[in-house]
């Protein structure tokens, strides 16, 4: 599977971006999806995840409420709204493929491919 990540830009604080992860490979369909984010000299952060059937989503207590993952297999892509973004939602942000258990679904080292990143940055 290979992953090509978009959407990033430069957007005022408040405002709203769509991320985009477009996926090759026919077994996209089979595969949770999740985005991390890693702000300067930070570790990489879980940000959300979704099944592959879209059944199931799960959020950072930090984006709760203000993004949405979504994903549509029959366009090999998973989305991030964000919305009322913050100065703190600044970083790389990447998108990753996983199999592993739904309850695992946060701990990085667990996807199996990575998209190449795409930069958010929130100004003031």
């Known amino acids: 599977v290979q992953l090509q990540a978009s959407g990033g830009g430069l957007v005022q604080a408040g405002g709203s971006l769509r991320l985009s992860c477009a996926a090759s490979g026919r077994t996209f369909g089979s595969y949770t999806m999740g985005w991390f984010r890693q702000a300067p000299e930070k570790e990489r952060e879980f940000v959300s995840a979704?099944?592959?059937?879209?059944?199931?989503?799960s959020y950072a207590d930090s984006v709760k409420g203000r993004f949405t993952i979504s994903r549509d297999n029959a366009k090999n892509t998973v989305y991030l709204q964000m919305s009322s973004l913050k100065l703190e939602d600044t970083a790389v942000y990447y998108c990753a493929v996983t199999n592993t258990n739904w309850v695992r679904v946060r701990d990085s080292r667990l996807y199996d491919y990575w998209g190449q990143g795409t930069l958010v940055t929130v100004s003031s």
């Open positions: 979704i099944t592959w059937n879209g059944a199931r989503t």
